[in-house]
């Protein structure tokens, strides 16, 4: 996944060189606004600190602009900080892999918890960050995979029991076989999904093998080894130390995706095969007796 350019030492070329690579993450049209917004940004930024080369920015060119105030002089909310962070903390992962930097000036750029909820969503940005460390080296299928049906919507649970034989690759859709706390269901797959699940299959060869868990130890020891796979992916992205994230944070993602689209609860519970509608208001912290979103916001 390496593309280096002899030109791309300089500044601007690294910035156009990470842009051209946001396609590989299929990232919704608002996604890839986003982040070609704050990285232009922080562009403009880097020039007026008078940096040159990737490898020169460092923790205090980042957090200087991760906490720098509006142009009408407003302190910059969590929900903010941490968008300009996960930007920032996408941009120099891609431009490691590029080879126009060596570590990552974001990760000890500590910043107060985007929300108060137990468990809270995780957002856009953050999901193209996970894709991204999910695919740990060019060879990996498994936790792409893994992270492709968590972004469907299937629990820690169902993950274990996906099968090449449970998609239907052509359509984008995937039948979740449901556990003792969900009901089957069949769920749309994301583009990016698309491509990791067929890597997958090419890899095991059998469609009737499972795709996610490899061991014989029944259904605890496949849910164990789903979510360690899931936190090793939190852990690479750097939102192992964020309070509020854990492997259920992809689900609730999920919900708030089918909640906007949908404005139902009902319809969020159908998606996640969920049976209680107070559990999944919970779930993507939407108090809906006051209608307030208590998620923290979205990117």
């Keep these: 996944m390496k593309e280096h350019r002899p030109d791309s030492e300089a500044l ?17 049209d608002q996604s890839d606004r986003v982040m070609q917004r704050l990285w232009a940004r922080f562009a403009s930024y ?23 105030r509006a142009g ?18 996408l941009l120099f992962r891609i431009w490691r892999e590029c080879e126009l930097a060596t570590g990552d000036p974001t990760l000890d750029l500590a910043l107060p918890a985007r929300s108060q909820l137990g468990v809270r969503p995780l957002t856009d940005d953050e999901v193209a960050i996970c894709r991204w460390a999910s695919l740990s080296t060019p060879a990996e299928t498994r936790q792409p995979a893994t992270w492709a049906a968590a972004e469907a919507g299937l629990t820690t649970g169902e993950i ?41 299959i090419a890899v095991i060869g059998d469609p009737g093998m499972p795709l996610c868990y490899e061991g014989t130890a029944g259904a605890e020891s496949g849910q164990a080894s789903v979510c360690r796979a899931i ?23 999920v919900g708030v995706q089918v909640f906007v689209e949908t404005e139902s609860i009902e319809e969020v519970a159908r998606r996640l095969g969920m049976r209680s509608l107070d559990r999944t208001a919970s779930l993507i912290g939407h108090d809906w007796r006051t209608s307030i979103n208590c998620s923290g916001g979205k990117s």
């Excluded at 903010?80 to 962070?85: G, K, N, P, Y």
């Design 46 to 68: 880097t020039k007026r600190c008078g940096i040159v080369a990737a490898r020169d920015i460092n923790a205090e060119v980042v957090s200087g602009f991760v906490r720098a």
């Design 231 to 253: 936190a090793d992916v939190l852990r690479r992205a750097g939102l192992a130390d964020e309070p509020d994230v854990r492997p259920r944070s992809v689900t609730a993602w």
């Design 72 to 89: 009408s002089g407003s302190v910059p909310s969590a929900s903010t900080m941490h968008l300009r962070r996960s930007a920032l903390r």
């Design 12 to 28: 601007p070329a690294a910035f156009e060189l990470a842009a051209a690579r946001l396609d590989d993450l299929a990232l919704s």
């Design 160 to 200: 274990p029991l996906l099968s090449g034989s449970d998609l239907d690759l052509d359509s984008a859709i995937l039948s979740a076989p449901g556990t003792t706390k969900t009901d089957p269901r069949s769920v749309p797959i994301t583009a990016w999904g698309v491509a990791q699940l067929c890597r997958r």
